[in-house]
C-alpha cells in the first residue's frame, strides 16, 4: 500500500510547492542585495556596492531568471540572508559574496553587460567549473560572456586561472562540498556540538563519497519521490568529522541548500541524515517566509529528539525530519530490503516512530498553527498515523542502534 502524499513531506511528482519556495526566498535576498541598507559598511566600500547596484539593476529587470539563479548559489544565498537578518559583518561578507555573484551571472551571457567590481578579490566560487579560485585580484569585471579578474595588472578570465576542485557528485545532484562560506557554520544550537568545521575525520575523500553515494542510492531505491527533492532542498553535504557509534548532523534557515553531516558506517544512518537534513532545508525556507506556528519561537518544550528544552518549532523541525525518515523504514521493511534485515534496524524504528509519536503529542498539546501550519500538521498526522498502523510489534529493546541528532 502507497503512502499519504503531501507537499514538503512526500510530494507527487507533480508538486511545485519546494520550487515555489526556492523561489520566492531567492527574490527575497535579490531584493536585500538591491535595497538593503549600508549600515556597517565603510564609505569606500558602500559608494561601490551602490555602484554595482546601478550596474546590475538592468541585468535584474531584463533576466530575472539569470539574476535569481545567482543569486540562489549557496555561496550568494547564504550570506545575503545571513545579513538580512543581521547575523553578521557586511564589511567582511559582501565584499565576499560579490565576485560569486559575477561568477553566477556570467553563466547567462548578456551583449550589453559591462559590470565593474572594483575591489579586491580573494577567491571566486567557479560552479560552472566546480571549482574555488583563490585570486588575489585587484577588481572584478563581467563581461558580455565571461568573468574577468585583474591580476597584477592583468585581465585574466576565470577560467584560465588556477583553483581546486571542491564539489564532488555523490547521486541525485547531491555533491559533497570540501568548500564553505556559510558565515553562520560557528554558530552552534547543539548542546552536544561545538560548530560544524569542515573535516575528514581521517577518512578519506573517496571513502566519504562512496559512503554518500551508497546512502543516496538507497533513498532514491526506497523514497523516488523524495529522491527526487533532494537537490532542490540541501545540494551540498559537507563534511564535519567521523562518529563511528552516535550520528550528528545539522543546517541553518538562513543557509538553505547547505548540509552539515558526520561520516557513519551505516549507509542507513547516513540515509537517514541526508533525509532529515533535506528536510529541515524545506521547512527552512517556509519559516523565513511565513512562520506556521504562532508560538513557534515563544513556546519552549522538552525535545523529543535532543537532551534539551526546544522552542516550538525545534519540534516541528523534528517531526518533519523524522516522519520520513519512518516512512524510509516502512517501505525497506515492505521491500524485504537486506539492511532492514540487521538486528539494529527494527529497533531504530521503533526508536523513530515513538520520537515521532511525542513530538506529534507535544504539536498537538502547544501548537497554534497559522492556516499554511494547520495543513503542514494535518500531513504529518495523517502520515505519521498510516506508519504507526503499519509498524510491527516493538522490538527488543536491549538491541540499541545509533543516534542522530
Known sequence: MSLPRAPLLLPEEADTTLRTLKRRVRVRALRWLMSGPLDGLSTPLARRLLTLREAIAPTVKRSPAAALAAVGSPDVLAPLLALSAGLADPQRLYPALIPNLLAGLARFPSRSRMILWDWPVERVVDLASGRVVEASASAALLTADSLELRVDGAAVPLAELDGDRRFHPIGAGLYLSTWDSNPLADMEAHPEKSGNALDLGDHTLTAWTAALAEAVALIQEI???????????????????????????????????????????????????????????????????????????????????????????????????????????????????????????????????????????????????????????????????????????????????????
Open 223 to 405: 523514497l523516488p519521490g523524495l529522491a527526487g527533492e533532494l537537490a532542490a532542498a540541501a545540494a551540498r553535504m559537507l563534511p564535519v568529522g567521523y562518529e563511528p557509534e552516535r550520528h550528528f548532523s545539522a543546517s541553518y534557515r538562513e543557509a538553505p541548500g547547505l548540509a552539515y553531516l558526520t561520516l557513519h558506517p551505516d549507509p542507513v544512518t547516513l540515509a537517514e541524515a541526508i533525509i532529515h537534513e533535506t528536510q529541515h532545508n524545506k521547512i527552512n525556507r517556509l519559516m523565513l517566509l511565513a512562520p506556521p506556528l504562532t508560538n513557534g519561537q515563544t513556546t519552549w518544550t522538552p525535545s523529543p529528539v535532543r537532551p534539551d528544552l526546544r522552542p516550538l518549532d525545534g519540534v516541528l523541525l523534528a517531526v518533519h525530519a523524522f516522519i520520513p525518515v519512518a516512512a524510509l523504514h516502512d517501505r525497506m521493511a515492505a521491500a524485504d530490503h537486506p539492511l532492514s534485515k540487521t538486528g539494529r534496524f527494527p529497533v531504530r524504528r521503533h526508536e523513530v516512530l515513538s520520537s515521532n509519536a511525542r513530538g506529534m503529542a507535544v504539536l498537538a498539546d502547544k501548537a497554534e498553527p497559522t492556516e499554511a501550519g494547520a495543513r503542514l500538521l494535518r500531513d504529518l498526522k495523517a502520515l505519521h498515523e498510516v506508519l504507526q498502523e503499519r509498524a510491527p510489534e516493538p522490538p527488543d529493546l536491549s538491541l540499541e542502534g545509533p543516534s542522530v541528532g
